[in-house]
């Protein structure tokens, strides 16, 4: 594939060459027009292999896309913006660790690999770690229903590496339920293997927290709604993030740098 580098911007066709631009990538790009018809794609045997890994890779989307949901409250100021294919590309990898079915309808077995998601950043830009320095412990109940977050009292002045011109912050924590997911012969798509506990989430937030004040002892509960128990199908994400805030009289103005996101612990 070519890459432009000259200072004609443009995109779309031109004779035999198509230019176009990657998302989250500079600079513009080109290559032939051409290749199989859609209807070779999905017919002919040359490419069964194509067909195979198409339907897995449109599973592995649909299980990351199941992250994001359960976490779409917060997600929009949380994440960078190839985030969609990160969580898409961790599925794929839990994807070929199914060696129980065959090519093309290999499980997305989470539950069995769930090592891939712990640490995760949803926005790969900006680390929790580096952002957050204060101790803390998050902690779930043995039924997988409940969770806390536990900050022992500190000082944010040495421990918070906020942006210039906040002045407040608050602390986020969750539970997010993800299903592994299947193929499902009858519908011929993959579906979650339990649909109801699949997205099911419950989020928390501190109040607003001064940067340049002690902040005192701080507890988050989490706690999944309908008295749901998760069951030996589905993964748990329990996740610690931080958001910050600029003070205007009453008010608080959230800042679009900063804040982050990330899975601390899968269960």
Known sequence: MARQKGVIKYVGTLGDIRHFKIKGQEGYFAGMVGGPTADQV??????????????????????????????SQVMKQMADSQVTGRLTSIMKKINLEDQTEARGYRKIEITTQRSYLKGFEFDKNTSFNGIFNAPYSLTHGVDRETGDLVIPAFNPANLVNAPSGATHFRMITSLSVVSDFEYNA????????????????????SGFLDLYAPIPATTLTVTLPGAVVPTANVTVLQCIGIEFYQQVGANYYLFASGNCLKVEDAF
């Open 42 to 71: 999905l017919t002919a045997p040359e490419f069964e292999r194509t067909r195979e890994n198409m339907n897995e890779f449109g599973a592995c989307a649909k299980a990351g896309k199941s992250v994001r949901t359960g976490l």
């Open 186 to 205: 009858t519908t011929n798509s993959y579906d979650p293997m339990d649909a109801e506990l699949n997205e099911v989430n419950d989020i928390k937030y």
